[in-house]
């Protein structure tokens, strides 16, 4: 394995201070990964380009990115068939005026919490469902987009990270279960990450911070102006005296005005995903493939979908080929986006760069320093790699080696381990999750990154302070 030095940092260096100041997203990737190339190819940019634009096709070798590439354009028709046929509409007037269970803006950050939160199987789907059953209530209620990214993102990976019967939980298992088989630690993976969860404080308090943003009212830095702006064209547009929604696409038809034309077509895709776990797992839930069951899952969602709008007669063979497709070109733009992120991950694994910044880091600390150092180093590695997993698989078995070495139980170790992986997911600008979350809510992709990062530090805050006092107290 080639050894880049300090160069292996260079590429998700370039590309965040990018992001950030440029606030292009595809034109951060790109040059980030060109970056990156250049290094690889012993700094020559003629090879750097080629590997670039030949990395952009080679990333389709890979099965698991394309059935999830494949999965962002095909929700993008589902979403749009939920629009064009009133299912959406109706899912607001609803949830409004028939029930009344929405009547406030508390009630719908906290409506787009509880959704993210109960469809914890597969982190894309559940920001997704979220997202089209609130912005336009969002809207409605004069709340950005910012604050709804942050929400929905933040209680997403928080959730899925401590689930455990899920894809996430099985691929800790099968890290910690690698551990177990080498004799550095003792018991069952599950028994193991199970009393780890407890210490995945990153996600308690990221809950916790959620509830409390959405029932105080509070806000503050991006994203107290981000609520201000939100306010202010609200006030301006005087939102209340008009429709709730948005008419201009919904087809006009008798059997338009039902919810059932949001319900039919989502459940249908979510309700597979379980399905198609155990399937590809062979009856083991945790083993299925996420990425194949996400795709097995939107193909049945579109295809009832099909025969329900046909049946119900709102739509033609045509024009539910023609509406699909202008939802597949609205996915465009997020699945290059997509493309190239994953496209930066294999650049990053190529350079090492994971296995650098824990290498540089991993000199002798004092024991009470040992879960807190274990926590800072995966926020950090997960920030300049836009991975949770990639980020966990490295630090885990690092982090309960280093609790063997100064003492401390490996529960500590491997919760800090996963509380920092997941650190990434909520500031990365090149972090999955987050770019679904922005596509989701129809937010910029850099403002959600903005606005959610001041928060999401706040929280790490907390969490470093927690492990060093858990650390200096056993």
Request: aromatic letters at 10%; glycine letters at 8%; a negative charge.
């Amino acid at each position: 394995m080639n050894d880049y030095g300090i160069w292996t940092i260079i590429t998700p260096v370039v590309t965040i201070i990018l992001a950030i100041f440029t606030r292009q997203v595809i034109l951060s990737l790109l040059l980030g990964i060109l970056v990156g190339f250049t290094v690889i190819h012993d700094h020559n940019v003629i090879l750097g380009i080629q590997g670039t634009v030949e990395g952009i096709i080679n990333t389709f070798s890979s099965p698991g990115n394309t059935k999830t590439i494949i999965f962002m354009l095909m929700i993008g028709g589902i979403m749009r068939l939920v629009v064009v046929t009133g299912g959406v509409r109706s899912l607001v007037r609803l949830l409004t005026d028939k029930t009344q269970l929405i009547e406030n803006k508390k009630a719908v950050q906290f409506l787009a919490m509880m959704i993210t939160s109960l469809i914890f199987i597969e982190s894309s789907i559940n920001q997704l469902i979220a997202g089209a059953s609130t912005k336009k209530l969002a809207k409605n209620y004069g709340i950005p987009p910012e604050k709804m990214s942050y929400i929905i993102q933040t209680s997403c990976v928080s959730v899925c990270s401590s689930a455990m019967i899920n894809g996430w939980g099985a691929a800790m298992m099968g890290v910690i279960g690698v551990q177990i088989s080498k004799g550095l630690i003792n018991g069952e993976p599950f028994d193991i990450l199970a009393g780890a969860m407890i210490y995945n404080i990153m996600a308690w308090l990221s809950l916790a911070s959620v509830l409390f943003y959405i029932f105080s009212n509070v806000s503050w830095g991006p994203m107290r102006t981000a609520e201000m702006r939100a306010l202010h064209e609200h006030l301006n547009n005087d939102i209340e005296d008009k429709p709730s929604e948005d008419n201009d696409d919904i087809i006009d038809h008798p059997n338009s005005h039902t919810s059932l034309n949001f319900f039919i077509p989502i459940l249908s895709t979510v309700l597979m995903l379980p399905l198609a776990l155990y399937i590809t797992g062979n009856g083991d839930f945790s083993k299925g493939s996420g990425s194949t069951s996400i795709y097995w899952s939107v193909i049945f969602g579109t295809t009832v979908s099909f025969f329900w709008f046909l049946i119900r007669r709102i739509l033609t063979i045509e024009t539910f080929f023609k509406e699909l497709y202008i939802g597949y070109a609205s996915m465009i733009k997020i699945s290059s986006v997509m493309v190239l992120a994953f496209l930066m991950g294999n650049v990053s694994a190529d350079l090492n760069t994971g296995a650098y910044i824990a290498h540089i880091t991993s000199d002798v600390i004092p024991a009470g320093f040992s879960i807190g150092f274990i926590f800072l180093i995966s926020s950090i590695m997960s920030l300049a790699t836009g991975t949770s997993w990639g980020t966990f698989a490295i630090m885990i078995p690092i982090g309960v080696q280093l609790g063997i070495s100064v003492g401390m139980p490996p529960e500590y170790m491997i919760g800090a381990a996963i509380a920092g992986s997941i650190f990434g997911d909520m500031t990365s600008p090149i972090s999955s999750d987050a770019i679904v979350a922005s596509m989701a809510t129809d937010c910029d992709h850099i403002e959600h990154i903005r606005t959610q990062m001041p928060y999401a530090l706040v929280t790490a805050s907390f969490a470093l302070a927690i492990y060093f006092y858990l650390g200096f107290t056993y």
